[in-house]
């Protein structure tokens, strides 16, 4: 028989957690980060390839918003194979590159949050109090190193399995686009074409996320069961089949949040950006965009930690059973009698 940890509760319990081990939001955050920067250091070098080796016209290649950009950039590179491969090397090292250094931080983070919940109390029943708070705090460098030089290898193992997952997945939506596009070349069919292309990407987006869950999840076994990760795949099976519905749940609720916190973004986005043609006014618009920018990626980092743990809660439910139950079970209005 296995036992849960009610919604609320986990919820709750995670984001408590979460909060109580801030510097690892804030690192998960700068990790992300660093490695959006690194990539866009070879498509700044890829444009200045273009325009000083290939003679493209600068005010070409800067027209439009960033997607037109890296596409004008690519066709440029596309017209001269060795500039091409010279770029895509590039890109790919710093891919390379950038995803380990994730990897690495995600095994310190994910050691780090998974002792957090296991040795933390009753931390979700109420009074809430700032002394079990402090007391769920296990970010320390130490213990961060450890678990990076513990669980790297692993992890880095898994990371390619993700990049590679994310390369077929690539390359098959672009092979169904660009061939569904080359075979619907009368009218009536383009109409229908658009259609089926945006469900496709609209499936692409489920399976994204569904691999991206998947991960999560085997990551974050990993860290408890110290496995291989052949043998971790194994168990996160075992582990939904078991708690479909709990994970399901959690997984709906932070995706809803993520999902409001976006359009939040997006609204705050637009509102500076009427204030940019303002004069003066305008001025303000950089610091208060780079802010906007960090407070979005902290919530988004401080989101996902949170339903992190409280995976992490279900799953010791799931892995040890009563006794632990016994220790994590919410509160009952009569408890006390």
Partial sequence: MTHHLPLKAALKRGAIIAAANWPLVVTQFVAEATLKLLLGVPVLGGLFLVVLLLGAEVEDLLAGDLRDIVAAVFAALLANPVAFVAFGTAFLLVLLGGSALTFVVKGGTMAL??????????????????????????????????????????????????????????????????????????????????????????????????????????????????VSVRRAAGMVLEFLRSALREIAAIFGVVLLLVTLA?????????????????PLAGLAVVPMQVAAWLLRGFVFQYLGLTALCAYLTQYRLYAHGPATVRDLRVAQPNASA
């Fill in 262 to 278: 976006t359009v939040a973004s997006i609204l705050a986005t637009a509102g500076l950006g009427l204030i940019a043609f303002v």
């Fill in 113 to 226: 949050l998974a002792e957090a919940e296991a040795t933390t109390g009753t931390i979700e029943r109420p009074p809430l109090r700032l002394d079990s708070v402090r007391r769920a705090s296990r970010a320390h460098i130490e213990p961060f190193l450890d678990g990076c030089k513990r669980l790297w290898r692993r992890y880095l193992r898994l990371g390619g399995c993700l990049l590679i997952a994310y390369a077929i997945t690539a390359a098959g939506y672009l092979g169904f686009i660009v061939g569904g596009y080359a075979l619907a070349n009368n009218t009536p069919v383009i109409l229908g074409w658009t259609i089926i292309a945006a469900l496709a990407s609209s499936a692409l987006v489920v399976w994204i996320t569904l691999i991206n869950l998947v991960y999560l999840l085997t990551q974050m076994i990993i860290a408890v069961e110290e």
